[in-house]
């Protein structure tokens, strides 16, 4: 089979190595790809930007591609299914209505408000006005939600009323991110432990992946700012089988079932971001992708064919099937660009990238190779991820490559894993 993977982080990396793992597999093409998805044997990079829907098609139907997954949600939330769709392509991932689950959080909300199921509560509004009185008297902390794509800048937890006035203003006066800021969503502050819990759906069945946590803050000690993800971890202690059955069964199939409702069928991977707080589980949001880098630890853990699994998703087969787990555990360390995750500069060298092995994995995340070297090419870099029999060998053997790596103004986190020790 020839796949066509659609992105150029460590997620697509780390999806492209799984799929050309498959004996299915043929070949793979990464639209755009980076330096580590060049790498990779089966695997040709190709020189168009995720959002080129017409490139992208175009491409699809003269290479003659079998099955075409998307990994970002700006492809998915532009329509990319639709169209591919409507040309007779096969393809993974939710359509643009679907997509609204990640592309609208007024959207996403509602879905979960009608399904009754457990989220923040909230309030919507488009104009600044009325926001900013509510904002005089509501209970702090409070969370500030710009309703469209942000590329993770949309979310701003106030721990003060100063704070939650200037965020509006940001938002929706100064307009700092677009029209992403037009409409809002304020809402309840939720205390907790964030885990994420992401499904594969083919319409009609679902089968949920295993479980993960990411590390949302740059710094160590979860603080600073926010980020795409610093680092994450499968599977976690934190969701047990009692657990995974409750989510199941009282969020992953009534949001699907409230989505039917509304004629929506989800195809796709779907990640829940959960809130976690004395076993009382709420939705924080969804996205419409495979987690970034949730994907790595999870697919270093995979045993089942990923391609098989990924067809059988596309054509509606999932019925049924069940995925093999490895038993051990995978972690994986981001290392990022100073700066990150404001401003910061890439086209350094990298150096100290090593042979892997079967308990060592270097994905690359923004990078890129000119002449035979590797430069840094994005925020996040590499994800350096490491398996093992229990969570502190995963953590040594992922830190023990991350120490060997260097480049001008790399930083990584020093704790990740260790939330509760
Ligand atoms: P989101 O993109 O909605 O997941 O928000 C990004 C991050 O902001 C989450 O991973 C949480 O760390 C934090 N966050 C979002 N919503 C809330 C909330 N209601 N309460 C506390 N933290 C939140
Ligand atoms: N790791 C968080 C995300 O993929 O959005």
């Known amino acids: 089979m020839r796949v066509l993977v659609i992105g150029s982080g460590g997620r697509e ?99 979960l408000k009608k399904g009754n199921i457990p989220t923040a509560t909230y309030e919507v509004f488009s104009d600044p006005e009325p926001a900013r009185e509510y904002l005089k008297t509501c209970d702090i902390p409070i969370v500030l939600k710009a309703d469209g794509l942000a590329g993770g800048k949309g979310v701003i937890v106030a721990f003060s009323r100063e704070e939650a006035l200037e965020a509006l203003n940001s938002l929706m006066v100064d307009q700092k991110l677009g029209s992403a800021g037009d409409n809002l969503v304020i809402e309840e502050f939720l205390k907790g432990e964030e885990a994420s819990f992401i499904v594969l759906c083919d319409g009609e069945s679902v089968i949920p992946l295993a479980s993960s946590q990411d590390h949302k803050q740059r710094d160590d000690g979860d603080k600073g700012p926010n980020t795409g993800g610093m680092g994450a971890y499968s599977p976690t202690p934190l969701i047990t089988e009692e657990l995974n059955e409750e989510i199941m069964n009282e969020i992953i199939l009534p949001t699907l079932a409230e989505l039917k409702r509304r004629n929506i069928e989800y195809k796709g991977f779907l990640y829940a971001g959960l809130m976690i707080d004395d076993q009382k589980i709420k939705v924080l949001e969804y996205n419409c992708r495979f987690g970034d880098p949730e994907t790595q630890p999870i697919l270093m853990r995979m045993k089942s064919d990923f391609l098989d699994l990924c067809l059988k998703a596309a054509k509606q087969e999932l019925k049924g099937e069940q995925i093999e787990w490895d038993e051990r555990f995978a972690l994986g360390v981001v290392m990022a660009s100073k700066g990150y995750p404001e401003k910061y500069e890439t086209g350094f060298p990298i150096l100290g990238i090593k042979e892997e092995n079967e308990t060592s994995k270097v994905f690359h995340c923004g990078t890129k190779k000119e002449e035979e070297e590797i430069l840094s090419n994005g925020g996040r870099v590499l994800c350096v991820t490491g398996l093992g029999n229990d969570l502190d060998t995963a953590f040594e053997k992922a830190y023990e490559t991350t120490s060997k790596i260097s480049w001008s103004g790399a930083f990584y986190r020093k704790d990740i894993g260790k939330r509760n020790q």
């Open 13 to 111: 990396h780390a999806l492209v190595w799984k799929l050309a793992q498959s004996s299915l597999c043929e070949k793979v093409f990464v639209a755009p790809g980076n330096a580590g998805t060049a790498d990779e044997p089966k695997t040709e990079n190709v020189d168009l930007s995720a959002e080129d829907l017409d490139g992208l098609l175009d491409f699809a139907k003269n290479k003659e591609i079998d099955l075409t997954i998307v990994g970002p949600e700006a492809p998915l939330v532009l329509g990319l299914i639709d169209l591919f769709e409507k040309n007779n392509l096969l393809c993974l991932g939710p359509n643009k209505l679907a997509a609204q689950m990640e592309g609208s959080k007024i959207f996403m909300k509602d879905v």
